[in-house]
């Protein structure tokens, strides 16, 4: 077997060890997929037996696309919502959160797209999420009382935030900036400056807590907005493309949760 079939060999044992996880070994995907897997293992056998012995292979073979195919349609739109929102009083913002988790979740099964792309898109339904989530926060957790949220986002944003080391000139145009933020609705501040407070506010990176670094990570990624991940291939940010190549699935999932639950003891 050559390494791009061992390798997506082992990529569909992997998303079947974790649909038997989730579902448990007596489901009836499970079980149809561990016995189509079965028979794709076979058919490379006896292809490769076959062609050992300079043969051709036999017409009653199963083609290896059509059982790949059919795992697939067992793995693909199977998944279950991974993050608890029941906690959203908001009917409208829970109904979204829930379709956004959803469609993240189905993507990571997708195995039809290579796995950077399915990352690419898992990432880019996160930021919906937390988009989502910090919005939410923010209305409620501010909703009576704005001077309060202005203060918050000024406190922990150092584009705002006036310190003793800032010369005249720095002082002045913080000042500014802060007049200026102080006009803005919630719905017209940037997701950049809420996700900054809200990180500053509530993670310390010092204690090896990386959630607000891969928050605006997210949100940069969303914010380039190039198809099939040519982000990679155009080298177009080091540090971005540092956190599509060693992030993984369940760290983009691990921040969503740190943010819910964040959210769920300050409101």
């Not at 794709?40 to 009653?60: F, G, P, R, V, W």
């Not at 959203?88 to 796995?115: F, W």
């Not at 309060?148 to 000139?169: P, R």
């Not at 599509?244 to 949760?257: G, Q, T, V």
């Amino acid at each position: 077997m050559d390494a791009q079939k061992l390798k997506f060999m082992i990529s569909v044992q992997l998303e079947i060890d974790k649909l038997e996880a989730k579902l448990g070994s007596n489901h009836q995907d499970v079980i149809a997929s561990k016995a189509l897997f079965q028979k794709l293992s076979q058919t490379e056998i006896q292809q490769k037996n076959a062609k050992n012995n300079n043969s051709e292979c036999c017409d009653e073979l199963i083609p290896i696309k059509s059982d790949t195919e059919a795992i697939r349609s067992h793995l693909e739109m199977r998944a279950n919502i991974s993050i608890d929102y029941e906690f959203i009083n908001n009917d409208r913002v829970k109904k979204q959160l829930l379709k956004d988790n959803l469609r993240m979740e189905n993507i990571r099964l997708n195995l039809s797209k290579d796995e950077l792309t399915r990352f690419y898109e898992f990432s880019i339904n996160a930021f919906y999420q937390i988009e989502e989530l910090l919005n939410y926060f923010y209305h409620i957790k501010f909703e009576s009382d704005k001077d309060s949220m202005y203060t918050f986002l000024i406190a922990n944003n150092l584009n705002y935030k006036v310190t003793d080391n800032d010369d005249e000139t720095k002082k002045a145009d913080k000042l500014r900036k802060q007049n200026e933020l102080k006009n803005k609705s919630l719905s017209f501040i940037t997701v950049a400056d809420k996700i900054t407070a809200f990180s500053f506010g509530y993670f310390n990176i010092q204690s090896g807590n990386y959630t607000g670094s891969t928050m605006n990570s997210l949100r940069l990624l969303r914010n380039e907005d190039l198809h099939r991940c040519t982000i990679i291939e155009k080298n177009r940010d080091e540090k971005l493309n540092k956190f599509l190549f060693y992030k993984n699935f369940d760290a983009i999932r691990d921040a969503i949760k740190n943010v819910v639950e964040i959210i769920k003891t300050k409101l």
